[in-house]
């Protein structure tokens, strides 16, 4: 018997997906909310571009369930559908098309027919773009030539002044762009962004609380020399590899040694990622605790808990400047290997990960003398015991 996948999220669930999305929280701290896994809430996200669908709301005219009860009970009771229409100061016409349309004086249910017109009532109106192939031409020629949505509604604005057909919203491109639902911009115009998302980001994504600064943060700068002429065991570099439906790999890499271990991680956020990697660092001898070196990422925020818990010391790379910890990010090249790109890595067990930490460990490295990771950092440790 086939497994059933996991149950969706409930109508609740989704509003306030949608309202922690907007209130700029990651996707994986939005899962940890929700109980859900973080790909989950991107498979949410990533169908409609990361952009809230509006709320359905009845149209000022339409019958309320209330006046369909009202029809019911006025058709049961034999009145006229005139009569009926009067007290509801409705015209009778209008009554007249709303008996007809479901189940005539005989078959009208009030609370099937309200269900029926709600369902009924979901006809999506083309977007401006769509209504306008000179418009949707000129905006897709604009984004060929990286011109922002921003720049290209300014520009319509003032270079066609007298014409209502050329005037766009810069967010009806981006939910153009990015709800490909609306086919009206082919999705390769996304790649001309500055941003290359695949999908609308809040906008205070990046200012919410601490988000972007890691608090109280080492730098790079004050590592020891030790560290970086690699003299001693026990200082590594680490950072997480990327994989589809935002799943992730903590990668860590001694740097005497080049000794790698990968750890799995269910989420992106500080305190998945802090509480992961603890649990396999604490089985490294006390020797092999000296520091880790990391990026600027936010999932190492909690980096106090991971030296309190560990003895690690952390410090962190300048901004954008993943090349001091060059040992790592060359590691991740070669695990690319094992995981490429577009692969879905929650599909790993901890003792896959572990296998393949084993085959790196034992593969000759050059800038080793052709020694293997596992054999210089025995050697190492023998030394210093």
Known sequence: MAQRGRPGLTPKQKAELWHRWKDGESLSEIGLALGKHAASVFSVLR???GIAPPL??????????????????????GRSMRAIAGGLHRSPSTVSREI?????????RA???????????????????????????????KLRLEWSPEQIAGWLARTFPQDETLRVSHETIYRSLFVQTRGVL????????RSHRVMRHAKNATTKGPRGQIIDAVSIRERPAEV?????PGHWEGDLIAGSKNTHIATLVERQSRFTLLVKVAGKDSQTVVSALTHQVKHLPATLRQSLTWDRGMELAQHKRFTLDTNFRVYFCDPRSPWQR????????????????????????QADLNA??????QRPRKTLGFQTPADKLQASVALTG
């Open 356 to 361: 393949v930490a084993l085959r790196l460990n």
């Open 186 to 193: 082919k999705r390769e115009l996304r790649t001309h962004l």
């Open 100 to 108: 007809a349309r479901h189940g005539g004086r005989t078959g009208y």
């Open 111 to 141: 609370a099937e027919a309200d269900a029926t017109a709600w369902h009924g009532a979901r006809r999506p109106k083309r977007c401006r773009l769509a209504r306008y192939p000179r418009l949707q031409r000129l905006v897709a020629e």
């Open 56 to 77: 359905r709301r009845r149209a000022p005219c339409a019958l309320t369930m209330c006046e369909r009860e009202e029809i019911s009970r006025g058709l049961a009771a």
């Open 326 to 349: 060059g040992t790592n990010e060359n590691t991740n090249r070669l695990l690319r290997q094992y995981f490429p790109k577009g692969t879905d890595l929650s599909i790993y067990t």
């Open 47 to 49: 169908t409609h571009g």
């Open 228 to 232: 970086e002429d690699r003299a001693v």
